[in-house]
């Protein structure tokens, strides 16, 4: 166990480094992935048909092809239709496009789950739409997305190893260069599980504290569960 | 024009669509089949009354639910050499999609058996049925059937993922694109058939996923 420790001591340097950048993806990715997921999602309710349409070819194209077929196109295809693009933006696209479609249908559920009687109160006090959506219902929507926008940021965060096979040099690919390195294979991958572990727990906390606050700022009471990344599920239906 | 269509349909097309068929469709049933059945077995001890069972079948779970599918099949391909266990590429590639969907099946079988209603489980009981029977004819068929589309929407989700076998040097449909992609620069033409040919397969499933919901009445 200490020649296991040790040896994690000597990949630390490369754990960090690989860290950084795969905590610079996930941040960006997801930033990014938000705001697809409330353009998309807002268009997915719109009466046009047409924007509709938009919305639902856009959703269906990114979560029907695969994130890594979807990166790789980004990576070497994009280049030969004369648009070279730096690594970390190939990765940061892709993973906000592929996630923000998903999260699109959070947003449109999100909103979908706001009761009838608060538009309907949005009328009678003769609001706009904009300022329906701005003042009523998205701030209760948002709350109701968080769990789901959390499950959504750990498969993300999950997702950004993908970038290791495009060249980037994340938790994942330096995980690798410690064992072509060294030779040090079970403490280089089981020291990256890890790590992608306590990351993920990480996430989690935060998203649940997140949850409790915005819960408090519209008045909803705190649900009394264990605080913590432990327990969070994805939904089965989101899945796909 | 840059897109080369007799390159494309051609010569990509078909060396595609058979790696298609032997490698990402095949790794999709088996990876299936073992994420199927570990899952269950997975909910049935997450459920057990010893907590030496149950607690360290959760921590699994979570641990391996948490941690990027790449990852671990990067590590069952260097690691179990090292421990004496050698298997093809294939083989682990099958092992570490199975076991990283079934912990994602195992809370679908959860959810399914908690949502199995209270008189059924009585009425197990009062017939006084052997735990065998009573999870095999009453409780199980129930609980599976409720849960159907979201176990056929993690097989979707595997489906898209097969894609990752590439990086322990299986040779799916994508490494093939990326392989023939690479002869003449020509990956504008297989990344995109590749694409589509995820997208043909997957949307419809998914289409009749969300019907099979529908028809169960969530």
Request: net charge positive.
């Amino acid at each position: 166990m200490s020649g296991f420790l040790s040896q994690f001591g000597e990949a630390l340097p490369f754990f960090a480094q690989g860290v950084v950048i795969t905590l610079e993806l996930t941040i960006l990715g997801a930033a990014l992935s938000v705001v697809i997921s409330f353009i998309f999602g807002l268009m997915a309710l719109s009466q046009s048909v047409g924007v509709r349409f938009v919305s639902r070819v856009f959703v269906e194209f990114f979560r029907g092809t695969s994130l890594l077929v979807q990166m790789f196109w980004l990576f070497f295809a994009l280049p030969l239709a004369g648009i070279q693009l730096v690594p970390v933006a190939t990765g940061v696209i892709a993973l906000g496009l592929n996630y923000g479609a998903y999260g699109s249908e959070v947003v449109r559920g999100g909103i979908n789950a706001i009761p009838r009687a608060q538009w309907e109160a949005t009328i009678a006090l003769n609001m706009g739409r904009v300022q329906r959506m701005r003042r009523v219902i998205l701030p209760q929507a948002v709350v109701g997305m968080i769990p789901p926008f959390g499950n959504w940021l750990i498969q993300l965060l999950k997702g950004t190893a993908l970038v290791s096979l495009i060249g980037l040099a994340d938790l994942t690919f330096e995980t690798q260069a410690f064992r072509d390195a060294t030779g040090n294979t079970v403490v280089a991958f089981t020291g990256a599980l890890i790590i992608y572990f306590i990351l993920a727990q990480i996430f989690a906390v935060l998203m649940s504290l997140l949850e409790r606050r915005s819960k408090a700022s519209i008045g909803q009471p705190m649900e009394r569960r264990a605080l913590g990344g432990l327990g969070w599920r994805l939904g089965g239906s989101e899945a796909a | 024009m840059i897109w080369d269509w007799n390159f494309a349909l051609n010569e990509a097309l078909p060396q595609m669509l058979g790696a298609f068929l032997k490698v990402t469709l095949l790794a999709t049933i088996l990876g299936s089949v073992v994420a199927m059945v570990l899952g269950l077995i997975l909910a049935l001890l997450r459920r057990s009354r010893i907590q030496l069972i149950s607690r360290p079948t959760g921590w699994f779970i979570e641990f391996v639910r948490s941690t990027p599918l790449l990852v671990q099949l990067l590590f069952l391909f260097l690691v179990l050499p090292r421990v004496g266990i050698t298997l093809p590429a294939f083989t682990i590639g099958i092992i570490g999609l199975g076991v990283h969907y079934a912990t994602y099946t195992s809370e679908v079988y959860r959810a399914g058996i908690d949502g199995v209603p209270k008189g059924q489980w009585e009425a197990a009981t009062a017939l006084s049925l052997p735990p065998r029977r009573k999870w095999q004819d009453v409780i199980l068929p129930q609980a599976i059937r409720n849960v159907l589309p979201a176990l056929g929407n993690y097989v979707i989700s595997m489906f898209k993922e097969t894609p990752y076998l590439l990086a322990i040097t299986v040779l799916d449909m994508v490494a093939i694109a990326k392989n023939i992609g690479s002869l003449n620069f020509k990956y504008l033409e297989t990344f995109t058939i590749a694409g589509l040919i995820f997208l043909a397969a997957s949307y419809p499933a998914a289409v009749l996923m969300r019907k099979l919901e529908i028809r169960l009445g969530h």
